[in-house]
Structure formats: structure tokens, C-alpha cells
């Protein structure tokens, strides 16, 4: 079953799904208070969990070098030491195309090899796919002239990671950095015939690409759902944005939510756990029902 936002419907009778990102990919210069090592990454995802989130995305990292590292026996332990202790849906979060900072792009085999891994084994709910290319500059590298990145997803590494969603039967979650993202998403979903995907509108207010974290933005991406992918699941995130302010219409629209020292501002001062506790207030005063890991996979099921 899945909610028409355009209708209205009463929030107090919505589930509303609450993730955590618990790090990515900036290390502790820019973020200091993210989670590194296997110990701490799984001890805040099990709080977040516990305290109301039921998703938990985190990347992996060297732990004698602090630097981030795409390894699937890391977050192999990750996602089992978090399971063993609570019910989540543990999300890495990998990049398939390039690194962080450059490169160039791998072949499209390349960059899944860990979610291959992971979903052989059982340890995969989702595959997160970024449905485009854009362009990263922080307003800061702006004003210093330091050129940003190009975030480079070619359309063959997309539909690579559609048809691996496919095989394995998961969900891909689809990161929306610029509205393009959702149109191409959305028909190479129809096209690839894969589990529907949830759309993650990602907001920002330190970046240049993409919409701010404004009401009109929501609007303009809830019409894009209406038209292209109605009923689809949905949530609102960031990047170098605070989206808390967003989270009360998001609730009464049918949506979702993430929060996390992933997409934070830089050298933000609250942890993970006081980012999911003011999330959960926020869904709270709205009438909204935190869902469980159980309960966002049945709902998943339905739209298959």
C-alpha cells in the first residue's frame, strides 16, 4: 500500500521511515564528530536504531589510516555487527563510478564488485544508485577559485546497478541531486523492470548543485513524483544542509526521512544521535508513527 500525498491524508495513520548517515565519505578534518572504525560505526548505528532510526547508511574506512576505504569484508562486519544486535536495514553507501575527490571513471563491473559481494551473502536490502552526473563545488572552493568535482555516473553503470537490483531482488535507492536524476531514474526503472526504487530528494545549502532546502524545492519534486512516479516511495535528505526545518511537511506529504553527520554542514556540533533524536521529535509533533525495519520492508514488498 502506498500513500498519495496529494490527498492529504492524515499523518497520525502514515508509518514514516527514519535513516541515519552515520559518516561518508569527508573524514574527521571536515566532519570530527563521524564514526571511522568498525566499533564505532556499528555502536552509533545501534544507537541511532534504538533511539528511532530504522535505516542506517555509513561508509567504510581504514582504520589506521582514518581514510575511507570501499572494502565489502569492512562493511561485511559493519552491517552484521549492527544486525546482531538490532533489526535495520543497513545501507552502504559506495561509490561506483569515481572517488571522492577525482578520477576517472572505472568500468561498470568495477564499481559494484562490494555490493555483488555483500548481496551474494545475504547482507544487502538495497542498492543505492545515484541516477546521473553533476557537478560538487562547495561555495567555500568557489570563493577561493578551487575547481569542484564532477560526480560522474555514466548511464551504463546505472543501468549495471538496475539489473544487479534485478538479479538479487532489491530495492535500488536513488540519491536526486538535480531533477534530472529523478526523470532518468524513474524511466530507467521502467525500462530495467527492477523493485521500485525509493527516491531520496538530497537538498543543499553549502553546495551549488541542486535545489536549497525550500519549500519550494519540495513542491517542485513532489510534482516530478506526481508525474513520473506516482505513489512512489520518498524522502527528504541533504548535503550540506539542514533539513530539519522540511521535516513536518514531509510527514504531512506521505514522505521520509534522513538525517546524519553524512549530510550535516561541516563541522556541525550535534552527533548522530542528537540529529535522529531531533528528527524524531520533529515526526513526532506532526502525528507521524516511526516505522520499523520489518514494517518498511513489507511496505516495500507491496510495491513490487
Known amino acids: 500500500m502506498t500513500v498519495d500525498h496529494s490527498e492529504g491524508a492524515d499523518a497520525s495513520q502514515r508509518k514514516v521511515w527514519l535513516e541515519v548517515a552515520l559518516n561518508g565519505p569527508w573524514g574527521r578534518v571536515r566532519q570530527p564528530r563521524i ?40 562493511y561485511a562486519r559493519i552491517i552484521e ?32 564488485s562490494n555490493i555483488e559481494q555483500l548481496a551474494k551473502r545475504g547482507l544487502m536490502d538495497w542498492v543505492p544508485v545515484e541516477p546521473g552526473s553533476t557537478n560538487f563545488t562547495h561555495w567555500g572552493q568557489l570563493t577561493q577559485d578551487v575547481p569542484g568535482i564532477v560526480r560522474s555516473n555514466m548511464e551504463e553503470h546505472i543501468r549495471h546497478a538496475l539489473g544487479m537490483a534485478r538479479h538479487f531482488g532489491l530495492h535500488p535507492s536513488y540519491a536526486i541531486y538535480e531533477p534530472g536524476f529523478f526523470r532518468l531514474g524513474a524511466g530507467l526503472h521502467w525500462r530495467c523492470g527492477c523493485p521500485a526504487p525509493i527516491y531520496r530528494f538530497v537538498f543543499t545549502s553549502d553546495y551549488s548543485f541542486g535545489f536549497p532546502p525550500e519549500d519550494f524545492a519540495m513542491t517542485a519534486y513532489l510534482q516530478l513524483l506526481d508525474r513520473f512516479a506516482p505513489g512512489a516511495q520518498w524522502m527528504i535528505g541533504g548535503l550540506g544542509a539542514e533539513i530539519l526545518p522540511l521535516i513536518p511537511r514531509a510527514v504531512m506529504e506521505g514522505g521520509h526521512v534522513r538525517v546524519g553527520l553524512e549530510d550535516a554542514p561541516f563541522g556541525t556540533t550535534r552527533s ?28 516495500l514488498s507491496v510495491t513490487d
Open 35 to 74: 564514526p571511522v572504525t568498525v566499533s564505532e560505526i556499528v555502536q552509533q548505528g545501534v544507537e541511532c536504531v534504538r533511539a528511532g532510526a530504522a535505516i542506517v547508511s555509513m561508509q567504510a574506512y581504514d582504520e589506521e589510516s582514518g581514510e575511507r576505504r570501499d572494502d565489502w569484508e569492512i
Open 81 to 112: 555487527g549492527i544486525r546482531a544486535r538490532v533489526d535495520a536495514i543497513v545501507s552502504p553507501s559506495i561509490t561506483f563510478a569515481a572517488t571522492w575527490e577525482a578520477g576517472e571513471p572505472t568500468v561498470a563491473h568495477a564499481g559494484f
Open 272 to 299: 548522530n544521535l542528537e540529529l535522529v533524536a531531533a528528527a524524531v521529535e520533529r515526526i513526532s509533533n506532526m502525528g507521524g508513527v516511526l516505522a520499523t525495519a520489518s514494517e518498511i520492508r513489507a511496505a
